[in-house]
T-cell receptor, first 113, second 114 residues
Framework: AQSVTQPDIHITVSEGASLELRCNYS??????LFWYVQSPGQGLQLLLK??????LVQGIKGFEAEFKRSQSSFNLRKPSVHWSDAAEYFC???????????FGTGTRLQVFP | DAMVIQNPRYQVTQFGKPVTLSCSQT?????MYWYQQKSSQAPKLLFH???????NEADTPDNFQSRRPNTSFCFLDIRSPGLGDAAMYLC?????????????FGPGTRLTVT
C-alpha cells in the first residue's frame, strides 16, 4: 500500500539557518508528490509539487524540493529560514487511480530568533 | 480571486445538536473533499464528490453526511455531534481526479462541541 513517512515530528532551527524536512514515500510508479504548509488555525497551502521532469522543484516562499527515486525521497529545503516559516509542513503523495492524497503525519517547524 | 471559502470559520455546537458546515468554491473544480483534522495530526479524508458522485471513506462514521447541490457548494452535516467530533474541518477542491491530484484548501472551520 502507498504511504508517506515524515520521520521528524518536530524541528527547531534558528532564523537564518538552512532547513531540510524529510519525506519518504512508498509507491511503485512515478508518484505525484506535494508539500503543503499549514499555519496555526489555517488551511493548507501548496508550497510545491512534482509530477515529472526536472527532479529539483522550486516552490513559493523560497522553498525547493528534490525528488530522488533511488531513495524514494522528496525532501523540502530552504537555504535561510525566516521566523514566518514557523508552521506545520505536510508531505503528500497522490494515491494511484484515485482522487485522493495520502498525507504524512507532518513536521512542526519552530524558528528561534 | 478564485478560492475556496468556508463558513463559518468558528462554530460552537452542543453535544447532540445537528450542525452544518459550508464550503463554496469559485474555481469550478470537479472534485470537492471534506477532511477532519485534529490537533497535531494530518488531515483525515471523510468523503469526496467527483461531480455528483459521492465517495465515502470506509471508516467515516454514519454521523457524518454531505450534500453537494451544485458545482460550487458542498456541505458537511454532523447529525449528532459528540465531544470527539471537535476538530478543524477542511474543505478542498481539485480540478480533476486521478490525473491531477493537486488540491486547493479552504481556511477551515474550527468546530467546538460543548
Amino acid at each position: 500500500a502507498q504511504s508517506v513517512t515524515q520521520p521528524d515530528i518536530h524541528i527547531t532551527v534558528s532564523e537564518g539557518a538552512s532547513l531540510e524536512l524529510r519525506c519518504n514515500y512508498s509507491y511503485g510508479a512515478t508518484p505525484y508528490l506535494f508539500w503543503y504548509v499549514q499555519s496555526p488555525g489555517q488551511g493548507l497551502q501548496l508550497l510545491l509539487k512534482y509530477f515529472s521532469g526536472d527532479t529539483l522543484v522550486q516552490g513559493i516562499k523560497g522553498f525547493e524540493a528534490e525528488f530522488k527515486r533511488s531513495q524514494s525521497s522528496f525532501n523540502l529545503r530552504k537555504p535561510s529560514v525566516h521566523w514566518s516559516d514557523a508552521a506545520e509542513y505536510f508531505c503528500a503523495v497522490g494515491a494511484e487511480n484515485t482522487d485522493k492524497l495520502i498525507f504524512g503525519t507532518g513536521t512542526r517547524l519552530q524558528v528561534f530568533p | 480571486d478564485a478560492m475556496v471559502i468556508q463558513n463559518p470559520r468558528y462554530q460552537v455546537t452542543q453535544f447532540g445538536k445537528p450542525v452544518t458546515l459550508s464550503c463554496s468554491q469559485t474555481l469550478n473544480h470537479n472534485v470537492m473533499y471534506w477532511y477532519q483534522q485534529k490537533s497535531s495530526q494530518a488531515p483525515k479524508l471523510l468523503f469526496h464528490y467527483y461531480d455528483k458522485d459521492f465517495n465515502n471513506e470506509a471508516d467515516t462514521p454514519d454521523n457524518f453526511q454531505s450534500r453537494r447541490p451544485n458545482t460550487s457548494f458542498c456541505f458537511l452535516d454532523i447529525r449528532s455531534p459528540g465531544l470527539g467530533d471537535a476538530a478543524m474541518y477542511l474543505c478542498a477542491t481539485s480540478r480533476e481526479g486521478a490525473v491531477n491530484h493537486e488540491q486547493y484548501f479552504g481556511p477551515g472551520t474550527r468546530l467546538t462541541v460543548t
